[in-house]
């Protein structure tokens, strides 16, 4: 079944499973006050941030500027079983 991203994103969140997208630039990651609290006393919550592409060219310019969306993604291929 194929879906289009924007109702993609929406069932993601009517479901609660994420947030709806900000800018990180302009309006920072999005914490709860616990995590902000960490962040500001020096430690350092993992926050799991997912990047969407303006299209494939960005998509590629990235990956080849940010080594860890290479390295990090589970859902490559060779790693994924679970399509």
């Known amino acids: ?14 479901n609660g499973w994420i947030s709806p997208p900000v800018c ?3 309006d ?9 609290a960490e962040f500001t006393d020096g430690s350092d919550p993992c926050i799991h941030i997912i990047r969407c592409y303006e299209d494939a060219e960005q998509k590629e310019q990235i990956e080849a500027n940010s080594f860890q969306t290479v390295w990090r993604n589970p859902f490559r291929d ?3 079983e679970g399509r």
């Open 1 to 14: 079944m194929f879906i289009d991203f924007s109702t993609w994103l929406k069932a993601g969140m009517d």
């Open 24 to 26: 990180y630039t302009h």
């Open 28 to 36: 920072g990651i999005p914490m709860s006050i616990t995590e902000d």
């Open 78 to 80: 060779e790693n994924y």
